[in-house]
C-alpha cells in the first residue's frame, strides 16, 4: 500500500498543474495587495539596491506589520496592509539573533505591539532546499516569504539564466507571495541601475522597486528612496521617501515617510550645504532650502550636525541666522 501510494503521488507530481478552461466570461478580480503598494498578491516582488541602503530592514518591517494588527503603517510609512498572513523569513545572509534584535528593536522605535514571525536559516539554494521549505510553508499557514537574498538562494553564476530560472520555478511550486531582496549594478547600456545578475530576474519579477539610500557622516540614520522600476498588471507607483533612525545602543529604531525630493541627485544634502555657502558666503536657513532643493526642516537638521562637527557656523541677522562655511576645517 505505501508503495502503491508512493508510485501515485510521483505520478501525481509528474503530471503538474491540470488544464482548464478560461473564458472572456470568467469574474475577475483587480490586482490584489498584502501590502500597498510594494507587495501584490501571490507574486514575487523584488527590492534591489548597495549594500547597507536598508533592503534587510524594510523587507523585516514589512513582514512585522504584515503579520500584526497595526493600524499606524498609513500614518507612518504610507502602505495599507490589505490582507493579513503567516510570514516566513528565509535567511541566507545573516542569522536568528540578529533579526531578533532589528525585530525588537523596530518594535520599541515603532510603538509596534507583540510580535513573533517564523524564521528559517538557509545555506543551500531554495530550489534544492524547495520541498523543506514547502513542508514549513504547509505547516504553519505561511502566506507570505521574504528571500533573503538572491544570490544565495540562487546559487551558481547570477549573470547566468538557469540559477534565476530555476529559483522562479521553485517559488512558482510554493504558492505565496514573496519579496526577494537583491543587490544592484549599472546596465552598461543606460548607465542605470538594474538588480544585479541575469535580465530574468528582472522580467520574471511582477513588481521591482530600487531602494537608494543618503547617509550623513556621523549620523545615527538614513534616508531611503524608494523608486519603481518595474510592474505588470498595475500602475506604476511614484517614488517614497523613508527615514530610518536609531539610537546609540541600536535598541530602538524607527521607519517613517519622509519627502522624496532629497534623492533626486547624487549629492547629499550636506555636501549641497557646504558648496553653497562656500560659493554664496553667507545664506539662511530658507535659502539654503531653495538652491539645494528641500524643506526648511532637512536643512536646521543637516546644520545642526554640520555645526557639531564643525563645519559651519551661524552669526545672528535679525531674527533669523546667516550660517557660513567654516574654511579652516
Known sequence: LIEAMAWAVLDRIRQGEPVIVISTEDEVEPQSYLLEPILPEDEPTIIYGLGGSGKS?????????????????????DMIVKKRKGVLYLDWESNYKTITRRMKALRTGMGMPYVSLHYRACAIPLADDCEAIRRAIMDNDIGFV??????????????AAEPALRMFA????????????????????????????????????????EMKKRQEPGQR??????YHR???????????????????DRTETRMETCQIMEFA??????????EALLSAGKLNVKQLAIVCGTTDATIRDTL???????????????????????HNV
Not at 550636525?305 to 541666522?321: I, W
Request: net charge positive; hydrophobic share 45%.
Open 221 to 226: 540614520g538614513l534616508h531611503c528612496g524608494l
Open 265 to 274: 541627485t547624487d549629492k547629499s544634502i550636506s555636501v549641497k550645504i557646504i
Open 146 to 159: 521574504v528571500i533573503d537574498s538572491v544570490a544565495a538562494a540562487c546559487g551558481g553564476d547570477l549573470n
Open 57 to 77: 530592514l524594510f523587507a523585516l518591517t514589512c513582514s512585522m506589520i504584515i503579520q500584526l494588527p497595526w493600524t499606524e503603517a498609513k500614518e507612518r510609512l
Open 304 to 326: 545642526a550636525m554640520l555645526k557639531e562637527g564643525g563645519k559651519v557656523a551661524a552669526e545672528r541677522d535679525g531674527k533669523s541666522n546667516l550660517w557660513f562655511a567654516v
Open 170 to 209: 521553485a517559488l512558482r511550486e510554493l504558492k505565496v507571495t514573496s519579496l526577494i531582496v537583491a543587490h544592484t549594478s549599472k546596465n552598461p547600456a543606460t548607465k542605470e541601475s538594474t538588480v544585479y545578475g541575469s535580465g530574468f530576474f528582472n522580467f520574471y519579477a511582477r513588481s521591482v522597486w
Open 230 to 248: 518595474k510592474v505588470n498588471d498595475s500602475e506604476e507607483f511614484a517614488p517614497r521617501g523613508l527615514t530610518v533612525t536609531w539610537n546609540q
